[in-house]
């Protein structure tokens, strides 16, 4: 099946720093989404890659979807405080089209902030 | 967007019991998932709740541990049945909406099992 390798599991950086979280695909995406779940909440919704090769920036984030549909990376300038938390990428796979909706995550990197 | 509840938020539950947790969103979705996240890792699929069918179970996941219901377009149950240590962990409810191919998903509050 599916599967969506995320590193690196853990990362702390001193606030001021930067951040990047790589995601690779055993299989090629229709999609890729990024979440993020604050200590004690749930997955919030980020932002959604579809295009080979696509870029997206969300202020200080910085999204890509690599050219074969199968890997992508979310930097993130600068990190601040209120970065803490754990980021996911969520893979989808609509071939067939029998599976809309269905995410396969990766294991997550959990970001912490030294002030 | 959507707005989802699921209850309950938090339970402690003895060995061999059964935990019924709902979803209920806030509009008609077209898809509906469970997931499972245990302590510190990531979620994983159990299955998708079909309207007026069976639910679809993920590979590792069957219907009689995991039973799910889905009467009408809003609103969904798991149920974790015969509860063992094991299966101390958060599930979450997951909507989405079919209006484009490409979606994103839109998560309960969550409900964070312990088993005793």
């Known amino acids: 099946g599916q599967q969506v390798m995320q590193i690196p599991q853990y990362q702390h950086v001193q606030e001021g720093e930067d951040f990047t979280t790589y995601c690779n695909s055993s299989t090629t995406l229709s999609n890729i989404q990024w979440y993020k779940q604050r200590p004690g909440g749930h997955p919030v919704f980020l932002i959604q890659l579809v295009k080979s090769g696509e870029v997206k920036k969300q202020k200080r984030l910085t999204f890509q979807f690599g050219e074969a549909k199968k890997n992508s990376s979310l930097h993130i300038t600068a990190t601040q405080t209120t970065d803490v938390g754990t980021y996911f990428c969520a893979g989808a796979n609509h071939a067939g089209g029998t599976s809309y909706g269905k995410l396969t995550f990766g294991q997550g990197t959990i970001l912490t902030v030294h002030p | 967007s959507a707005v989802i509840s699921q209850k309950p938020s938090r339970d402690i539950c003895q060995r061999g019991t059964s935990l019924t947790i709902q979803c209920q969103v806030d509009?008609?979705?077209?898809?509906m998932f469970w997931y499972r996240q245990q302590p510190g890792q990531s979620l994983t699929l159990i299955a998708t709740?079909?309207?007026?069918?069976?639910?679809?179970?993920e590979s590792g996941f069957v219907i009689d541990k995991f039973p799910i219901s889905r009467p009408n377009l809003t609103f969904s149950t798991l149920t974790v049945s015969n509860l063992s240590p094991e299966d101390s962990s958060i599930y979450l409810c997951s909507v989405s909406f079919r209006l484009r191919a490409n979606t994103e998903a839109f998560f309960g509050q969550g409900t964070r099992l312990t088993v005793v």
């Open positions: 709740a079909n309207q007026g069918s069976e639910a679809t179970y």
């Open positions: 509009s008609q979705v077209t898809m």
